[in-house]
Nanobody, 121 residues
Framework: QVQLVESGGGSVQAGGSLRLSCAAS?????MGWFRQAPGKERERVAD???????GYADFVKGRFTISKDNVKNTLYLQMNSLKPEDTAMYYC??????????????????WGQGTQVTVSS
């Protein structure tokens, strides 16, 4: 069982920055950030595996950075050069089992409650 609590969302102007945090209880094999805008499907933003390897969606490459503090068991998403189209609810997800950490991570079993990010132009 993994519990996830996100924080750090808010409102910012275009070009600004925000850092999201996701505090996890329990061990994880992979963790990721996802987002969902109103009327749109949920999409994967970035992910990190236990060996430290990371992956990013094309639309955030060069702007967002995912990282994990293993001592604090906390996942981060540093978001720079934010755009209005980044406005969405951002969710942290994780799984302790490698078998669920495949593909686009749609099968991750544990999710946080979400944190809202709003970028104004």
């Amino acid at each position: 069982q993994v519990q996830l609590v996100e924080s750090g969302g808010g409102s910012v102007q275009a070009g600004g920055s925000l850092r999201l945090s996701c505090a996890a209880s329990g061990s994880t094999y992979c963790m990721g950030w996802f987002r969902q805008a109103p009327g749109k499907e949920r999409e994967r933003v970035a992910d990190i595996v236990s060996d430290g390897s990371t992956g990013y969606a094309d639309f955030v490459k060069g702007r967002f950075t995912i990282s994990k503090d293993n001592v604090k068991n906390t996942l981060y998403l540093q978001m720079n050069s934010l755009k209005p189209e980044d406005t969405a609810m951002y969710y942290c997800a994780a799984d302790p089992t490698r078998a669920y950490c495949m593909g686009n991570l749609a099968t991750l079993r544990y999710w946080g409650q979400g944190t809202q990010v709003t970028v104004s132009s």
